[in-house]
């Protein structure tokens, strides 16, 4: 199985740790795609869009050539997401994207027309915008691109995620957003940043 970790120009301290968690936890094979930032014995190139402005459509890109590239079920993750244990990925809930409070109002824009376009077609409105790793299946991921490229408001993985099923498990988002913040008893960890800011995560990550 391939996990496909999605990488900017800019190289992020935390993707070494990334791929040593996969190394360490897993029999997964990594790739990465986008910019071959030459950490990953496996690489798919793309074409990026410059500028940060642009690092969602970049990602919705990288997504689509994986799709296309692999034709297979794979594993999608991040630069900075860590296995603190040996898991398989399950489909990750934080709650439903209409009871969402995020403090960005662009976010909270995605997420309530994300629900508008799920309860239009009749499915679950699960905010599967969490910091863990999520299987993906070429076969529905296109078709939910195709809609996002139409509307850049929808978030790909809620769209996604609850045209799969129910959620596994329904629990707070992974993603440590400060550094006095200890991760807790969970299978993965997410950064903002370099993980060697939190100290407890770069000792279960060495």
């Keep these: 199985m391939y996990v496909v970790i999605p990488t900017a120009e800019r190289p992020s301290p935390s993707l070494p740790y990334a791929l040593a968690s996969i190394a360490q936890h897993t029999d997964y094979t990594p790739i990465t795609i986008g910019h071959d930032l030459g950490l990953c014995d496996l690489h798919i190139p793309t074409t990026q869009i410059p500028g940060v402005q642009h690092a969602r459509r970049n990602t919705n890109l990288a997504m689509r050539v994986a799709c296309e590239s692999l034709g297979q079920p794979f594993v999608w993750s991040n630069d900075d997401i860590y296995w603190l244990k040996p898991a398989a990925p399950i489909m990750w809930a934080i709650g439903k994207l209409e009871d969402a409070t995020d403090a960005n109002k662009l976010n909270r824009e995605r997420k309530a027309e994300t629900a508008r376009q799920l309860t239009a077609e009749g499915w679950p409105t699960f905010d599967y915008e969490a910091h863990v790793p999520m299987m993906v299946d070429p076969v529905v991921m296109l078709p939910v691109l195709d809609i996002v490229d139409e509307n850049p408001l929808i978030e790909k993985r809620?769209?996604?995620?609850?045209?799969?099923?129910?959620?596994?498990?329904?629990?707070?988002?992974?993603?440590?957003r400060n550094p006095v913040n200890r991760h807790r008893d969970v299978e993965w960890a997410s950064t903002q940043g370099d993980p060697s800011r939190w100290r407890d995560l770069a000792d279960a990550l060495t």
């Excluded at 769209?159 to 498990?169: A, C, E, H, K, V």
């Design 158 to 176: 809620s769209l996604y995620g609850n045209q799969i099923g129910l959620p596994d498990r329904v629990a707070p988002d992974v993603k440590l």
